[in-house]
């Protein structure tokens, strides 16, 4: 296959024997784990930022990367200056350690916002990204990437390459039957059988019970997949900046209940099942 060919490429290039990798399983201490959505607009950002937030309080080494990378939202979101860093480290102008954003537990790699060196560059990203997660997986317990939405073939190979992948759903038509369509792709041409689901801007609770059972029961019956249910956060009637005003900045508030009993559920599901190793399709 195109996608399988091209990683398997670039992984000879990086490494003197690609036989001894084929037969070791890669050593490494990170949980990947790939925010994505078949659609735009449900809020992956915020939620790998929040995630990543919480998880860093909690004690654990975290990196988000944001895979959109060129038109990275997760500096504007935290209010710090955009920059063109990822840009200057592709072109070896500076190193990964010096373009990675850090406060605290957590650690921040973000994209670029419009660069026309990056647009014209002919460096493949997707590539870039498993170089990163190759040098930093052993620096942290938790990796996150904020991906882009749809079914690019950058976007699957990151998504594949990831130990779990964290679907996000909103309650509209075109996001549901987006989501359903990247979970069947990378089923069917990645082997990944498991996703995590988190349903975004739930209004009620028997909408949230619809979604569950129509989504999941689809998934399960057509293309033989498992879907985790990681609970679902409420549509709050605040404008977008205080939405987030509250989710970012303040902890005493249902939002951020809901937000934490999300992650508390994944990382005992985490802990307590094998994930399913999309890499594993890579070697």
Not at 212 to 223: A, E, H, M, P, R
Not at 230 to 256: C, D, R, V
Request: glycine content about 6%.
């Amino acid at each position: 296959m195109v996608l399988e060919t091209d990683v398997q490429s670039w992984l000879i290039s990086q490494n003197s024997s690609y036989r001894d990798i084929k037969n070791k399983k890669p050593k490494r201490k990170a949980s990947t784990i790939a925010v994505t959505s078949g659609k735009g607009g449900v809020g992956k950002t915020t939620i790998s930022l929040k995630m990543s937030k919480v998880l860093s309080k909690m004690g654990y080494r975290v990196l988000l990367i944001d895979c959109d990378y060129n038109l990275s939202n997760t500096v504007v979101k935290l209010g710090i200056p955009v920059n063109n860093n990822f840009f200057k480290y592709i072109n070896k102008e500076k190193s990964l350690d010096d373009c990675i954003y850090k406060d605290g537990n957590f650690h921040l790699i973000s994209g670029c916002n419009g660069s026309l060196d990056l647009f014209n560059c002919s460096v493949k990203l997707e590539n870039s990204i498993l170089e990163i997660l190759g040098q930093k997986e052993s620096c942290y317990d938790y990796i996150l990437l904020d991906c882009p939405a749809g079914i690019s073939k950058e976007n699957l190979i990151i998504n594949a390459y990831c130990d779990y992948r964290i679907v996000v759903v909103v309650p509209d038509k075109s996001s549901i039957t987006d989501s359903y369509s990247l979970i069947k792709i990378l089923s069917l041409n990645h082997g990944i059988h498991s996703n995590h689901l988190l349903l975004n801007k739930i209004t009620s609770k028997k909408q949230y019970n619809k979604i569950v059972k129509s989504l999941g029961d689809t998934v399960q019956n057509f293309i033989d997949c498992r879907l985790n249910i990681l609970g679902g956060i409420p549509s709050e009637k605040n404008s977008t900046e205080l939405f987030e005003e509250i989710i970012f900045n303040t902890e005493k508030t249902k939002l951020h209940e809901k937000f934490c009993n999300v992650i508390k559920k994944f990382t005992d599901e985490a802990s307590r099942t094998p994930c399913d190793l999309g890499r594993q399709n890579f070697f």
